[in-house]
């Protein structure tokens, strides 16, 4: 099975850097998943991890160290429209199935204040 | 469409009824999911279908619930005798292909189902 962790909720300034953890245990792993989610909407895709070292892509990075079953997503340079939930994604091949499944983090609730 | 979409966007019904979600993926895409987002809970997997292969119902809370996806496209969540606990938000998303880990999956709007 799976087991992701990651903060219920954070609180940042605009114009900071804010980084938010995700671990995770889990067998079979094939890739680590970043999403943000505005209240009341769809999921939207940030970023995707599957070898160690970081990914950058704007303002937004996401690191993953694999022998630490540790991610996190680095977002630079804050603003309002930043504030909504990031949700950690762990993919894995389900052997019976044959497929990969995604198990979802919690989310973390991140509050971008002037 | 160019995105997944789902309907309807609300549903309420009282305790007993079945229920009825759709969701069309974007065109295309072989994979569809649902999922459930309860509040303050993190997306729960509930069924996977991959082209014509049989379905991947291993997260499906129990026999009340069912899905089917017509024509490879359509796809239908069918909740009999709803609980009160399945008040819920549920996400369908599509993918490109099933079987490649670096394909992302794209989400529609969700149905908020609210159970008297």
């Known amino acids: 099975g799976q087991n992701i962790d990651q903060p219920t909720e954070m609180t940042a300034t605009e114009g900071a850097i804010v980084q938010i953890n995700c671990t995770y245990q889990?067998?079979?792993?094939?890739?680590l998943f970043w999403y943000q989610q505005h209240a009341g909407e769809a999921p939207t895709f940030l970023s995707y991890?599957?070898?160690?070292g970081l990914e950058e892509k704007g303002r937004f990075s996401s690191f993953l160290s694999r022998s630490k079953g540790y991610s996190y997503l680095l977002l630079k340079e804050l603003q309002m429209k930043d504030s909504a939930s990031y949700l950690c994604?762990?993919?894995?091949?389900?052997?019976?199935?044959?497929?990969?499944?995604?198990?979802f983090g919690k989310g973390t609730k991140l509050s971008v204040i002037p | 469409g160019a995105g997944v979409s789902q309907s309807p966007s609300n549903k309420v019904t009282e305790k007993g009824k079945d229920v009825e979600l759709r969701c069309d993926p974007i065109?295309?895409?072989?994979?569809l999911y649902w999922y459930r987002q309860s509040l303050g809970q993190g997306l729960e997997f509930l069924i996977y279908?991959?082209?014509?292969?049989?379905?991947?119902k291993s997260g499906l809370p129990s026999d009340r619930f069912s899905a089917e996806r017509t024509g490879g496209s359509v796809s239908t969540l069918t909740i009999q005798r709803t609980q009160q606990e399945d008040s819920a938000v549920y996400l369908c998303?599509?993918?490109?292909?099933?079987?490649?880990?670096?394909?992302?999956?794209?989400f529609g709007p969700g149905t908020r189902l609210t159970v008297l």
């Open positions: 065109s295309g895409h072989t994979a």
């Open positions: 998303a599509s993918r490109r292909r099933g079987d490649t880990a670096a394909d992302t999956q794209y």
């Open positions: 994604a762990v993919r894995a091949l389900y052997s019976g199935a044959g497929s990969y499944q995604l198990t």
């Open positions: 991890n599957v070898l160690d």
């Open positions: 279908f991959q082209g014509n292969s049989a379905p991947d």
């Open positions: 889990t067998s079979g792993f094939n890739g």
